[in-house]
């Protein structure tokens, strides 16, 4: 069985009819796919569009017969995203099955020739012929070659401007990236100066989202993480998706709805993917592509589509999404936030763009639109209200000054017993009280930062070890100061405790989550 591979799997089939009357072979046509339970979307002097039901090689193939010129052209198309790019031999399986059909139901329909040419040409005077250039798979016929993919054209023209934006800012980025781990590379020993610190800062240049970042006054992040990429395949596969979903929504959203759709919805995702995400860093255009996905769903369910045809391309869409969702679910790099916040919205703000009335009632489109973003707001101000700015750099910064802090305090425990009693008190006083002094204060400004669950978990032990370890200081300090060292195991023990807390916050915190 021949495989069929490429963006949108199919076969076709040119069949010259010769004498065969064209109104007798769509007769045949039309009772084949019956026959073979194939659903008719659409049946017209022109021809004939019908879909299959669902299989395990395809979500579903749309069938076409047209009558051009004095051919009859068969053609079966994979109606959604095939993701390794093959129909795994379904396209030409339905070719063969239709074509045996065929033959079969010719023959039985000799007795009844002149009752069923009537019946279709009663049915055909009541039918639009120019259905042919609106069904949902006429716009993937806009890509005739790889470069059409590129190449705004009506009805495909904001989501081809948005691929290559993707492509150019990706490209841009990995550009920056070579130059800077190979500038200077011979005079720096082979060691470019590419380092993550700097690899951190490009990323935040070319606009990634963080709830750190975005919550702190960059929201503007929210739209220009929505081209970030993070891989060639992250890129790849999002294009992908991209370009099939473009095409089937823009056809009939049109193209600034279209780019309504694709920013409002990556805005939403973006935002649920900031309260998803306490920290780390997040981009790509799956969010809004999952809105153009619910936009897309929001279509089919608002008679955008001929039901037949709407049917079998709600099923499609519905796996695909399902499979997204589930993909994220299962994957630690796939967010799941922002597919999610995207999906919702893109079909919210889709139904609203689409259809110009709303229970019952004719509501203008600035209208529409205007609820579109004032919900976008809405949301926005949620995320921001319930979503806490984590202040993990500056916990950060109190915690290693409080370890080298505890650094000092080492010292106290080599202090010889030749130097003089002012020598030690001294030592004790700067290596021990003076330091934990200080760590009791560092403590209290770490009380004054919201932090992350461990790193309360890191404070909670830290304030216990200062406290203990500064009246261990307080009490060798008495104790060198009596002269009589009378309280020598108490002290030693009381180390020992501070050293028991310092490896069961080790412990604590290195316990997988």
Known sequence: MAFQWGYSPKIEKYIPLGNFPADRYLVIAQQAIENLGWKLSHLSESGIIAYTG????????????????????????????????????????????????????????????????????????????????????????????????????????VTPIIVTLNILLWLGRLAIVLLLSNLFKA????????????????????????RDLTLSGQWWRLLSSQ??????????????????????????????????????????????????????????????????????????????????????????????????????LLSETADNSAHLGGLVSGFLIGYLLYNERLLGQPVPLLYRASASGFMVLAFAALIYQFSPRYQVEEYAKLRDAFNLNDERFNQIYYISSDLPLEEKLRRVKLNGIDVWAENLKIT????????????GIDRDYRKVIAEKAYAVSMLMY??????TRENRAVIQEKINEVMRLKAKLRERLTEPE
């Not at 082979?190 to 380092?195: A, N, W």
């Not at 008495?478 to 002269?483: A, L």
Request: glycine share 8%; net charge negative; aromatic share 14%.
């Open 227 to 328: 081209f970030y990429h993070f891989s060639l395949l992250h890129l790849f596969f999002n294009m992908y998706a991209l370009i099939y979903i473009g095409l089937m929504t823009e056809n009939k959203l049109g193209w600034a709805k279209t780019l309504i759709v694709y920013i409002l919805s990556g805005t939403c995702g973006a935002l649920l993917s900031v309260y998803g995400h306490k920290i780390g860093f997040m981009g790509g255009a799956s969010g809004a592509i999952m809105g153009m996905f619910g936009a897309f769903l929001a279509l089919l369910l608002s008679n955008a589509f001929e039901k037949t045809a709407a049917r079998a391309l709600l099923i499609s869409t519905v796996i695909v999404v399902a499979y997204m969702l589930l993909n994220g």
């Open 444 to 455: 209290r400004e770490m009380d004054k930062l919201i932090v992350l669950e461990m790193d």
């Open 478 to 483: 008495k104790d060198y100061e009596s002269g």
């Open 187 to 210: 005079q720096l020993g082979g060691q470019g100066l590419l380092t993550p610190e700097l690899l951190l800062k490009i990323q935040s240049y070319f606009g990634i989202n963080s």
């Open 54 to 157: 669902l299989s395990a090689q395809s979500y579903s193939e749309e069938i076409s017969i047209r009558i051009i010129a004095n051919f009859a052209v068969f053609k079966s198309e994979c109606i959604g995203i095939q993701l390794l790019f093959t129909d795994y031999g379904k396209n030409q399986e339905n070719l063969d099955r239709f074509f045996h059909e065929f033959e079969y139901v010719e023959y039985h329909l000799a007795a009844v020739w002149e009752d069923r040419l009537k019946d279709f040409h009663d049915h055909i005077a009541k039918q639009d012929d120019s259905y042919f250039n609106r069904a949902p798979l006429k716009a993937k016929d806009k890509i005739k070659n790889i470069f059409y993919l590129f190449i705004p054209q009506k009805g495909y023209l």
